[in-house]
């Protein structure tokens, strides 16, 4: 009862504070000492002493998998301002027949043999097809905040010798730079699984990682109603680098826990488009 109150304090207290506007962003948890607090994609924590709240500068922040490849390659501002800020570039829809391609592959595959995925890799199943992970918070020395993974992986797979394998579907042709990206999006996964929060999925060890790519290479026509495509499959690992990845998340907090977002990226078509907007 006494913690209810709390969380109901705390609530009204936010409402009060923030004008009411943050009423849809407000998560409350009270499994902690103290509350946790989510605005957009942060957590802060709050404790409440004697009827005024005190705030732990302590904050939680969530590191979407997805992002960590291109958006925050692109430009470091708008990745701080979507994830200290919860402050997203206005998303342009994918056209439905990539989402189409990628379910019908996860389907396909949803609990073959790895010998059908690609002979590279080891004896195994495909177990789980598209589900969420989340890591517990990442503390790392010289940081204030922590940070957690949370996102969806592709397809994992259990090895006989009961070992497991992250894997991501990519359709298009391999190349050294979104090699480099995807990694991070892989470790990420790998590190939520092997580290994973409370009441979220548990697989460990992962020992392998890697990209599996569909080129679309020729056409078939069945008869006048249906045709098919046919795609080259290419396997890419990734050879797993812990170490590498907490060095990449450290450069990570780095960036977030600046106090002003990064400068802009200079190419980028957005900011222009925003700055010209500001002469009219
Ligand atoms: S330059 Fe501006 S709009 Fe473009 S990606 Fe960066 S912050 Fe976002």
Known sequence: MKARLTVLIVVLLGVIF??????????????????????????????????????????????????????????????????????????????????????????????KSTKELHPDLPPGRVMYAERYV????????????????????????????????????????PNEESLDLYKRQLHAYAYALENPAPGTLKLSPITKMGLLYFYPSKIDQESVESLSYQAQIHWEEIPKDKGWFLEFVDEVLDVLESPQPPAPSPNCQWCGYIDKLKDI
């Open 134 to 173: 989340q890591s517990n918070p990442i503390r790392l020395a010289g940081h204030n905040a922590t940070c957690f993974i949370k996102g969806r992986f592709d397809i994992v797979v259990e090895f006989e010798d009961k070992t497991y394998g992250v894997i991501d579907f990519k359709t298009g042709k």
């Open 18 to 111: 923030f004008g009411g506007s943050i009423e849809k962003n407000v998560i409350v948890n009270n499994s902690r000492s103290g509350l946790d607090v989510v605005f957009g994609n942060t957590e802060q924590n709050y404790f409440v002493e004697d009827g005024s709240i005190l705030e732990d500068k302590k904050m939680n922040y969530k590191l979407s998998p997805s992002d960590l490849a291109f958006l925050y390659e692109g430009c470091k501002r708008c990745y701080y301002l979507k994830v200290v800020h919860g402050i997203s570039q206005p998303s342009i829809p994918l056209p439905a027949i990539f989402s189409r391609m990628a379910a019908l592959l996860k389907e396909y595959y949803d609990g």
